[in-house]
C-alpha cells in the first residue's frame, strides 16, 4: 500500500505525476481543505504544498508528521508552528536554480542589450508613431560573455548560453569570464580570480 500524501495547491502537471507514481496523493486546493473530510485529514502524514502553510492548514491535519516543499526557501512556511507539533520540514534548495539562470539570461541579459524595456514604453507612449526610437541597441549574435557571480544560478548558466553563435566564454567582452570566489572551485573549468 502507496503512503498517504497531499498535494495541496497547483503543479506542473509532470511532478504530479511522479508523485501519484510514488504515493496514494490526494490533490486539493488550499482553499478547499477546510471541507476536507475529518478521517482523510487525520489519515494524511505527508503534505507536499508550494503553497503558504499557516496554523490553519496545520491543524486540519491533526496527523501530519512532515511538509515537503518543493521550491528553494521555506519563508511560506510556518516554521515555529511546526515544530512546536514535532513536524518535520524538508525543502528544495537550488531546485530552481536552473530556471532563474534561464530567466537571467532569456530577460535580463536580453533586455538589457536590446533595450527592451524603454523601447516598450517608447511604443506604450505611441511615440513610434511620431518619431524613431533614439538608441541602437547591441546585437548578442557573436558577442562575448561571462558571468558575473556564481550563486547557484550563475553555476547554472555556462551549460545553456543563450545563443549558440555566442563564443563562451572569454576573458575579454560584456562581462569578465573569470569569476571571483573566496575559495577555488574544484572542476570549475575558468579560473579562479580570488576575491581580496
Same mark, same amino acid.
Given at each position: 500500500?502507496?503512503? @498517504?500524501?497531499?498535494?495541496?495547491?497547483?503543479?506542473? @502537471?509532470?511532478?504530479?505525476? #511522479?508523485?501519484?507514481?510514488?504515493?496514494?496523493?490526494?490533490?486539493?486546493?488550499? *482553499?478547499?481543505? #477546510? +471541507?476536507?473530510?475529518?478521517?482523510?485529514?487525520?489519515?494524511?502524514?505527508?503534505?507536499?504544498?508550494?503553497?503558504?502553510?499557516? #496554523?490553519?492548514?496545520?491543524?486540519? &491535519?491533526?496527523?501530519?508528521?512532515?511538509?515537503?516543499?518543493? %521550491?528553494?526557501?521555506?519563508?511560506? &512556511?510556518?516554521?515555529?508552528?511546526?515544530?512546536?507539533?514535532?513536524?518535520?520540514?524538508?525543502?528544495?534548495?537550488?531546485?530552481?536554480? %536552473?530556471?532563474?539562470?534561464?530567466?537571467? /539570461?532569456? &530577460?535580463?541579459?536580453?533586455?538589457?542589450?536590446?533595450?527592451?524595456?524603454?523601447?516598450? %514604453? /517608447?511604443?506604450?507612449?505611441?511615440?513610434?508613431?511620431? *518619431?524613431?526610437?533614439?538608441? =541602437?541597441?547591441?546585437?548578442?549574435?557573436?558577442?562575448?560573455? %561571462?558571468?558575473?557571480?556564481?550563486?547557484? +544560478?550563475?553555476?547554472? +548558466?555556462?551549460?545553456?548560453?543563450?545563443?549558440?553563435?555566442?563564443? =563562451?566564454?572569454?576573458?575579454?567582452?560584456?562581462?569578465?569570464? !573569470?569569476?571571483? !570566489?573566496?575559495?577555488?572551485?574544484?572542476? =570549475?573549468? =575558468?579560473?579562479?580570480?580570488?576575491? !581580496?
Amino acid at each position: 500500500m502507496k503512503p @498517504e500524501v497531499l498535494y495541496l495547491g497547483d503543479g506542473p @502537471e509532470c511532478y504530479l505525476a #511522479q508523485y501519484a507514481a510514488a504515493f496514494s496523493l490526494q490533490r486539493l486546493r488550499p *482553499e478547499a481543505l #477546510q +471541507s476536507l473530510d475529518p478521517d482523510a485529514a487525520a489519515r494524511i502524514a505527508a503534505l507536499i504544498s508550494a503553497a503558504p502553510i499557516d #496554523q490553519p492548514t496545520l491543524a486540519a &491535519l491533526p496527523g501530519l508528521r512532515i511538509i515537503a516543499h518543493p %521550491g528553494t526557501g521555506y519563508d511560506s &512556511l510556518d516554521v515555529a508552528a511546526a515544530r512546536a507539533r514535532g513536524i518535520l520540514l524538508a525543502y528544495a534548495p537550488g531546485a530552481t536554480a %536552473g530556471c532563474v539562470a534561464d530567466m537571467a /539570461f532569456g &530577460l535580463l541579459l536580453l533586455a538589457v542589450a536590446r533595450d527592451i524595456v524603454p523601447a516598450d %514604453g /517608447f511604443v506604450r507612449a505611441g511615440r513610434w508613431r511620431t *518619431e524613431a526610437y533614439p538608441r =541602437w541597441t547591441t546585437r548578442l549574435h557573436g558577442r562575448r560573455m %561571462g558571468i558575473l557571480g556564481l550563486g547557484a +544560478s550563475a553555476r547554472r +548558466s555556462p551549460a545553456a548560453p543563450p545563443a549558440s553563435t555566442c563564443r =563562451w566564454p572569454t576573458t575579454t567582452g560584456v562581462v569578465a569570464a !573569470s569569476f571571483r !570566489s573566496a575559495t577555488p572551485r574544484r572542476g =570549475w573549468r =575558468w579560473p579562479n580570480a580570488p576575491t !581580496s
